[in-house]
């Protein structure tokens, strides 16, 4: 597995010893940009460790925690596509096998149930407190329905997915063919940048141009 080190250190170098365009470099400050994505990967020994980072929204159409059973069935089926590599990645040759990956989309994830809890403390206790439970109702209601609609609104959640593959003949790795694109049809571009230890660089990649050059 390539080191935390290793990787660190090569996103750094990427950041800043390589040339990106204004555009490109508008697009990566912006919070979130819909359909662009953020890939970075890095060759170590054997090992390939891929990054990769993109708004909700490039992926299961939506940017809020999942609600709806719509919302919640498109959430559960990203995160299982993301888990094979063969639906985001396919390198050249070398013999690679993924080793681990990691799915993180907990801005997406559905509340749990809510469980009920019954308390009878007497119907006087009750009768007593009916126009203050009343009034504590409807603030609440108005209070649940204002934080919703900011859930909805004002959130942005993001999927980061990290992958390390071993490769027995790392050597024949010349190129990785990203079949993201193919699988979540709301990418539109990806913005990778790669490091080895003897060399670094980055490209715009695209449905019709989905091939990222390693040497």
Known sequence: MISNTFFTRSLLLLTLTTP???DVAAQEQSAHVHGLAELMLAIEGEHIQIEILSPAE???GFEHQAST???IAAYMHAKEQL???ENVVQFSDGDCQLESVTVNAQGLAPKPEKQTHK??????HAHEHHHHAHGEKEKHHQEHVHHEHDEHHGAHAE???SYDFHCHAIEKVSGASLTLFETFKGLEKISAM????????AATLTPTNSMLNLR
């Open 20 to 22: 990106v365009s204004a």
């Open 58 to 60: 490039s992926i299961v």
């Open 69 to 71: 059973p719509e919302e």
């Open 83 to 85: 888990s094979f590599a």
């Open 119 to 124: 308390h009878d403390h007497g119907n006087a």
């Open 159 to 161: 999927i980061n997915v």
């Open 194 to 201: 790669w490091v080895t230890e003897q060399k670094q660089g």
